[in-house]
């Protein structure tokens, strides 16, 4: 490999993204497969503490200055541009969420390097890299090589453990000076919504439900199954549609991504769009009708039957263990 591979990290409000780990473990990877050095960027201002944290990187690096507390996809394109070829860097890791999506093709373009966007998975094939990017909201996957292993890869959040990017060992970083053009574009003012509902990206707990509760009287019956497990009701996109959950409460791709130690789906098919936001949960048991439902494929345990046959005396059972304790 010609050169190392950057990671750039993602924070807001002074707090890293699971993201960042998230890339950081897949680049680490890459970079032993490959001999090449793992470098960390951090952008931002006063943020030189965010960089103790990142230390699996061989080299962390922070572009600290003032007016960059949340600098436009522009200015980001345009320092990470003079960033790569001061460090020769072949291979760029972005995160593909809301907050970093629009650098990617950007930098693309300033740097004249291809860009993978949705990227799911990665490997190394006799000193190339491979990547799997998700097209049509996951319903094809296709492979994609870079010449020379050297472009910009935005890597889809959820699709990677960030266990594996997470380091004991504390950073020592080193400041970058980088010019750069005065953006036309200013940050003003983060607007925070207010908070009515739970965050259920925070739950240890899933209780998610599909259409195959039939009407919205039945989804008192998940809400006493959560309550009893001390968890949460979330929904595939039918159920929110009908307006049986609030929005906050949907699963997926135009949902949320979540990884709880428990995903328990009642009557949810699992389309592609779905199966994108809790397809890392730790233990996923749904409970289905048809048992060719595209959920069991990635089940560690599955029930094949009706849910209303299986969720009441499930509900009593719980009830009667905790009474015994």
């Known amino acids: 490999m010609a050169g190392g591979i950057l990671v750039v990290s993602e924070h807001l409000r002074l707090e890293l993204a699971d993201i960042t780990f998230e890339m950081l473990g897949a680049g680490k990877k890459v970079a032993d497969a490959l001999g090449a050095p793992l470098y960390s960027v951090t952008i931002g201002e006063n943020i030189a503490p965010l960089a103790l944290s990142l230390g699996i990187a061989d080299t962390v690096c922070v572009i600290d200055r003032p007016h960059l507390s949340m600098p436009s996809p522009d200015t980001i394109a345009s320092l990470l541009k003079g960033f790569i070829e001061q460090k020769g860097i072949s291979l760029t890791m972005i995160g593909g969420t809301n907050l970093s999506m629009g650098i990617g093709p950007l930098l693309s373009m300033k740097c004249q390097l291809p860009f993978i966007n949705f990227c799911t998975a990665l490997r190394v094939e006799e000193g190339t890299i491979v990547f799997t990017s998700q097209l049509f909201g996951g319903k094809i996957?296709?492979?994609?090589?870079?010449?020379?292993n050297r472009g910009i890869v935005s890597l889809y959040p959820g699709a990677f453990p960030p266990e594996g990017g997470r380091s004991e060992r504390t950073a020592a970083h080193e400041s970058v000076d980088i010019p750069v053009e005065e953006s036309k574009i200013a940050f003003k003012r983060f607007i925070e919504p207010e908070a009515g509902d739970v965050d259920i990206a925070r739950q240890d707990v899933l209780?998610?439900?599909?259409?195959?509760?039939?009407?919205?009287?039945?989804?008192k019956l998940a809400e006493e199954l959560a309550e009893i497990l001390g968890g949460v009701v979330c929904g595939s996109r039918p159920v929110i549609d009908q307006g049986w959950l609030p929005l906050s409460r949907q699963v997926g791709k135009s949902g949320k991504i979540v990884k709880p130690r428990l995903y328990l789906a009642l009557g949810v098919s699992g389309a592609p769009e779905h199966i994108e936001g809790m397809q890392n949960s730790e233990l996923i048991i749904p409970i289905n009708?048809?048992?060719?439902?595209?959920?069991f494929g990635l089940a560690h345990f599955g029930v094949n039957e009706d849910i209303f046959d299986i969720v009441p005396p499930l509900i009593e059972a719980v009830k009667a263990r905790k009474g015994d304790r």
């Open 141 to 148: 996957l296709t492979d994609i090589c870079l010449s020379d």
């Open 289 to 295: 009708t048809d048992p060719g439902a595209p959920i």
């Open 207 to 219: 209780i998610a439900i599909g259409r195959g509760i039939q009407n919205q009287d039945n989804v």
